[in-house]
């Protein structure tokens, strides 16, 4: 195949990437978009300021045009995200306790009911744990607000919209050995016995010095996979865009058989929240990098 997400499509997986609704203009932007990818993330726009910035007042202005734009190209969507200690409006910022509690049980009712049916995968709750070697819970209002919210948004997710496959995502968790990795995997594997609802995990790989490319990755990801949940990669972006990384990060993730997608956080570099890193598979002018030759070797069996 001569597309990533036609390629992946050959495994029954997808090859996505992450949309900004302001460069929906640029035809650029969109051909590529449009030509290599079969999902879509909102960059943004469905994250809880964009969606409820006055409490109770929800705005899907910015969300609908990257889900219409994604679902009249024939592609699916991933949510991104619905409870996040970050990019919280003013509003929720200013919340604790049992208000916050509530207040983010209305938001995810809120958000998942206006696309109940419509999403393949949500991101329920980001980033929960501290960096570092702690393995704890970051600290924040959420979790301040009593160390069972993170299961009380699973279980709000499934209730909300059942067809959804309820996904916790975070960043520095790919390489097996790190405390946050481990962290998170008795997380999940405490929810499985449990019964705590959720389906899926997102490893957001944002490669970079400070979190370098492990080979363990793949151990990481099959050993998620063996608790009973989908994984897939979220954020994928690679300083330098090293092309065996890229075709690594590929690679284990074709290995797995509950691994069902990569993701790419931007299309062309200067599209990227790291642009200076030049993580990505486009050039600014929109040429394959090789970087995508690898990536989409990979993806065909090479
Ligand atoms: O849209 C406003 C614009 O009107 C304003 O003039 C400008 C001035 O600062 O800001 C613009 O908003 C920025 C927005 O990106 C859109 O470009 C925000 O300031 C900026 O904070 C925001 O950054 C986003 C970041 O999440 C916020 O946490 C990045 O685009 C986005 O790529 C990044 O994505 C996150 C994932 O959601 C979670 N994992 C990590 C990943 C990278 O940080």
């Not at 943004?44 to 964009?50: L, P, Q």
């Amino acid at each position: 195949e001569s597309t990533l997400g036609a390629a992946a499509a050959q495994s029954d997986r997808y090859f996505g990437v992450a949309i900004a609704s302001g460069r929906l203009g640029d035809s650029v932007y969109t051909n590529i978009a449009n030509r290599e990818f079969n999902s879509v993330t909102a960059e943004n726009e469905m994250k809880i300021d964009a969606t409820q910035p006055q409490r109770g007042q929800f705005n899907f202005t910015a969300g609908d045009r990257v889900y219409n734009w994604a679902v009249q190209n024939g592609k699916q969507v991933r949510g991104h995200t619905l409870a996040w200690h970050s990019q919280q409006p003013g509003w929720m910022q200013s919340l604790n306790g049992g208000e916050l509690r509530q207040a983010m049980i209305d938001h995810i009712n809120g958000v998942m009911s206006h696309y109940r049916g419509k999403i393949v995968e949500w991101d329920v709750v980001n980033e929960a744990f501290a960096d570092g070697g702690s393995g704890a819970r970051r600290d924040s209002n959420l979790q301040r607000s009593g160390n069972d919210w993170i299961e009380v948004a699973f279980r709000t997710a499934r209730a909300a919209d059942p067809a959804a496959k309820l996904c916790y995502n975070d960043y520095n968790v790919e390489n097996w050995n790190a405390a946050k990795t481990q962290a998170m995997y008795a997380m999940v594997r405490d929810f499985k016995q449990r019964g705590v609802p959720i389906d899926c995990v997102g490893f957001q790989s944002h490669f970079n010095e400070g979190n370098p490319y492990n080979s363990n990755f793949r151990t990481t990801l099959e050993s998620f996979a063996a608790l009973g949940v989908e994984v897939s990669v979220t954020e994928l972006d690679i300083q330098g865009a090293s092309p065996t990384t890229f075709a690594n990060v590929t690679n284990d993730c074709l290995a797995v058989a509950s691994c069902v997608g990569v993701t790419v956080w931007g299309v062309r570099d200067s599209d990227s929240w790291r642009a200076q890193h030049t993580p990505l598979l486009f050039n600014n002018d929109g040429s394959k990098k090789p970087a995508y030759d690898a990536v989409l070797n990979a993806l065909n069996g090479g």
